[in-house]
């Protein structure tokens, strides 16, 4: 019997709150995707991020790599040239700068090799 | 060498706004040195249109650049952002100089004033009455654009369009009730140095609600309009700082000039 009019009353509560509350539109309106509403670079930003680039602009400090001549630490740039800060030990006091062209691997003052690579834009 | 980019800065483009801007203005105070002079508002009247116009439309373009255009990228989003901090400190210290002049005159009241605070024979607002009941109307907007905003977060369209709409009649409310009061009060701006920090305090203070409260409709408009996702509402974002910023200068007002000044 306990059961019974629990059907009763949790069936006929969910239809006369739940149903006809959402029937008759009193449900919230809720807001497309975030992704969907983005356009242009904003939206290229955000699928950049959501592919698993942090960085699409390429606005952060590069990890150098070994920077020997076979394994120089690579620079991506949309150019054809671009202009490399060398932090040559992390003391140092002052940041080397030298222009990097495409094809032409560059070797800083203190030894650390660049190559430029191709990066399409954004 | 290609001449594509590669950078999430927002590089505007040619725009006659600030031209127009710079002539609205001048035409502006031209127009009120001359209704000063002559009691002939036309010129002001031009200088306002011309000014209102300018703010309608470079607003408008901002609008558009970023919902439509999606130049508002995460840096530049940034870029506004401090945009707006910077803006609200250089508010704070507007207001902070209106109550230098309060606590100047009050702290240590002049022999012309009778040497008391209030000033001899000024009749101060209770407290207690329209006061008290406009802090209580501005607490509860700051609790209802809170609402909305959270309701922006959580993707809920129905329930953002309801925590805007309620904040900005209690916008309108407060600015109603300052109206009266104002209409009601028994002492003017000429009154002795009361009058003055009191009007130039609560009537700048006035100017912000309404201007919060315009910022506020436009993003309610903008909002309908489907501006707005959960992630990209720094216009709404913006309108709810400048909300909580005159929100609590007005509690300054209150227990200052209100109520220690009774």
Redesign the interface.
């Known amino acids: 019997m306990a059961s019974l009019c629990r059907q009763i009353i949790r069936g006929n509560a969910f239809k006369s709150v739940i149903l006809s509350n959402a029937r008759r539109g009193f449900a919230d309106k809720m807001m497309p995707d975030p992704l969907e509403h983005a356009t242009g670079l904003e939206k290229k930003e955000l699928l950049a991020l959501q592919s698993g680039d942090d960085d699409p602009f390429n606005m952060k400090v590069l990890k150098k790599k070994a920077g020997t001549k076979d394994m120089p630490t690579l620079v991506p740039s949309c150019f054809d040239a671009r202009i490399v800060g060398c932090i040559c030990d992390e003391h140092a006091t002052a940041i080397n700068w030298l222009w990097l062209h495409k094809g032409h691997p560059r070797r800083c003052e203190c030894g650390h090799w660049y190559k430029l690579i191709e990066k399409t834009p954004l | ?2 001449n ?5 800065y927002h590089l505007v483009d040619y725009s006659p706004w600030p031209l127009t801007g710079a002539i609205g203005t001048l035409t502006l105070v031209t127009g009120m040195v001359k209704w000063f002079h002559n009691f002939n508002m036309n010129l002001l009247i031009l200088g306002y249109m011309i000014t209102l116009l300018t703010m309608f439309q470079w607003w408008r373009d901002i609008c558009r650049e970023g919902t ?8 530049v989003s940034k870029g506004l952002r401090w945009g707006m901090i910077l803006f609200i400190i250089s508010e704070v210290f507007f207001f902070l100089s209106f109550f230098w002049a309060f606590f100047h005159s009050s702290l240590s009241p002049n022999i012309e004033i009778g040497s008391m605070w209030p000033p001899m024979s000024i009749t101060p607002f209770n407290p207690f009455q329209i006061p008290l009941l406009n802090t209580i109307i501005l607490i509860t907007s700051g609790v209802t654009v809170t609402w909305a905003h959270h309701a922006l977060m959580e ?5 953002t369009s309801q925590g805007l709409f309620i904040t900005i009649m209690l916008g309108i409310y407060f600015s109603i009730l300052q109206a009266y009061e104002y209409l009601e009060a028994p002492f003017t701006i000429s009154d002795s140095i009361y009058g003055s920090t009191f009007f130039m305090a609560t009537g700048f203070h006035g100017l912000h609600v309404i201007i919060g409260t315009l910022f506020l409709l436009i993003c309610l408009i903008r909002h309908m309009n ?1 501006h ?5 509402h720094f216009g709404f974002e913006a309108a709810a700082w400048y909300w909580h910023f005159v929100d609590v200068v007005w509690l300054f007002l209150y227990i200052s000039i209100y109520w220690w000044g009774y």
Not at chain 2, 4 to 8: A, I
């Open positions: 060498m290609t594509m980019n590669n950078h999430p439509f255009q999606g130049k508002h990228t995460m840096l993707n809920n369209f129905s329930q489907n707005f996702s959960m992630n990209h």
